[in-house]
């Protein structure tokens, strides 16, 4: 087990989400102090929505923010699936508004294909930055930032929600073969899980 693991379990999904917000958002404005700017990579799906509204409120100045995707399901923004149409319409919105954002998807009809592109992308020393992902099952193609990059910086969270995603990070922790577990095991970076039943 990864000793750099600390794990943060709240009573309710409404503390977790004030609770994770307030703690980006002291990220994102210690970050705007010492350098200036600051980047925030964010999951999609329908877990951070709840942190994305409280984060929006935020008083930092955003214009010195860039927000990205950490990955994307391979659609254009006009899709309900899209990650990107997400982040724009809970995210970006009052006070953040002000931020920059980088979405992943660029008009093309698929991601550009790869060899294994799991392996590569878990793979520590790894050159890539964003790489194709296909999984069985998922639907579309995504795209997703490499293990490198995700750990190339300051501060990591795992925003997680329900007794299964529980029972899957306590299976990962304990080896078992999830993309997480790369995460979770790697050892130069800080990871900080926020979970709410």
Do not use: C
């Amino acid at each position: 087990m990864n000793a750099n693991v600390r794990e943060h379990n709240f009573e309710d999904r409404l503390s977790l989400a004030d609770a994770l917000a307030h703690r980006l958002a002291a990220d994102l404005a210690a970050g705007i102090a010492e350098r200036g700017r600051a980047v925030l990579a964010v999951s999609g799906g329908s877990t951070p929505k709840t942190v994305f509204a409280v984060l929006a409120r935020a008083t930092i100045d955003w214009s010195k923010v860039t927000v990205t995707l950490v990955d994307e399901r391979w659609v254009p923004e006009s899709d309900e699936r899209s990650n990107a149409r997400m982040v724009r319409n809970l995210l970006l919105k009052q006070n953040a508004e002000a931020a920059t954002f980088v979405p992943l998807y660029v008009d093309a009809p698929t991601p550009e294909e790869g060899l294994d592109r799991l392996a590569e992308a878990l793979d520590l020393t790894g050159k890539a930055s964003v790489l194709p992902m296909r999984a069985d099952g998922a639907g579309e193609p995504r795209i997703t930032l490499s293990l490198p990059r995700l750990l190339d910086t300051r501060a990591l969270y795992l925003h997680i929600e329900g007794e299964d995603k529980k029972a899957v990070l306590a299976r990962a922790l304990a080896g078992g073969e999830y993309p997480i577990g790369a995460v979770l095991r790697q050892d130069g970076t800080d990871v900080q899980v926020y979970w709410a039943p």
